[in-house]
């Protein structure tokens, strides 16, 4: 695993040094949109609306429309921002455990560990542990301020984002309003029904039977020749690409390039008409 951020959990005088990781990952088998006649590919592209040009991630900034006035902000805004420049995780409060409601969970992380001594963090992983505690805490990741659950999980301190309380909706239906009436013997069977499905929860028992279907279509089409050469699918002049995101990115890359190398023989020949005119 890759981390992808550094930072410090802080609570009080204590200073625990940390890499996040991501812990969750997607085994979905990835999908393309394609043409039904010819089978050619489906691109996105992002288009500007004023001057009708596709335009590169490198020009391309974010906007606040209040209905009437748009306003810009660039990247350079964004990180001047105090909350995402921080790369602390800042413990609030510490909870007991089971005040979390489950519906607030985001996404999960992984915190190892960084620097020459793991003390700290052997620490505050014991004490959530033996105190029954959930440390709730605040950090920014991602251009965001986020509110977050800071607990154990098999050894390792498990950071998981939680929604805002006003993000989690109220299931206001009207049929819950409305009185039912259940039996002793209705409730009775229904329990009994229950129990005959009893069991412990064991995740590995457990497969995505729709992604097993759906890589054995394609290993089956495969099989029999049920196919199309991949660069007859894709557009004049974007054979290896994988479609219109990844040539756009490649497009923003290349001009990059030749936008540094053209700085650099402009910052040459000043140089060098300096050193003309000093002779």
């Not at 802080?10 to 040094?17: A, E, H, I, S, Y």
């Not at 748009?70 to 990247?75: E, K, P, R, S, Y």
Request: with cysteine; net charge negative; hydrophobic share 35%.
């Amino acid at each position: 695993m890759r981390s992808i951020w550094k930072g410090a959990i802080t609570f009080g005088l204590v200073n625990v040094p940390v890499k996040v990781y991501t812990a969750t990952e997607d085994h979905d088998v990835a999908l393309h949109q394609v043409h039904d006649e010819d089978g050619g590919r489906i691109k996105y592209q992002r288009r500007c609306d004023v001057c009708g040009r596709i335009v590169p991630y490198e020009h391309i900034d974010k906007a606040y429309d209040d209905g009437e006035q748009t306003v810009v902000i660039t990247a350079d805004d964004l990180k001047a921002l105090p909350a995402e420049r921080s790369r602390e995780i800042d413990v609030v409060e510490f909870v007991p455990n089971d005040q979390l409601d489950p519906i607030m969970f985001e996404r999960s992380y992984y915190l190892e560990p960084d620097g020459s001594s793991s003390k700290a963090y052997a620490l505050l992983r014991e004490t959530l542990e033996s105190t029954d505690r959930t440390a709730i805490v605040r950090f920014a990741l991602r251009q965001k301020t986020r509110l977050g659950a800071l607990r154990v999980r098999d050894n390792v301190l498990m950071l998981q984002s939680l929604l805002w309380d006003d993000e989690v909706r109220e299931a206001d239906f009207p049929a819950l309003n409305e009185k039912v009436k259940i039996s002793d013997r209705e409730l009775e069977l229904s329990a009994a029904l229950v129990e005959s499905f009893a069991a412990d929860f064991e995740p590995e028992k457990f497969t995505d039977d729709y992604q097993v279907q759906l890589k054995a279509l394609i290993e089956d089409k495969l099989a029999h020749g049920d196919v199309l050469e991949t660069a007859r699918t894709l557009g004049e002049g974007d054979e290896g690409q994988a479609g219109g995101e990844v040539l756009d990115l490649m497009e923003a890359l290349q001009r990059s390039v030749e936008r540094s190398r053209a700085g650099k023989k402009k910052s040459a020949a000043r140089s060098n008409r300096k050193d003309a005119s000093s002779a």
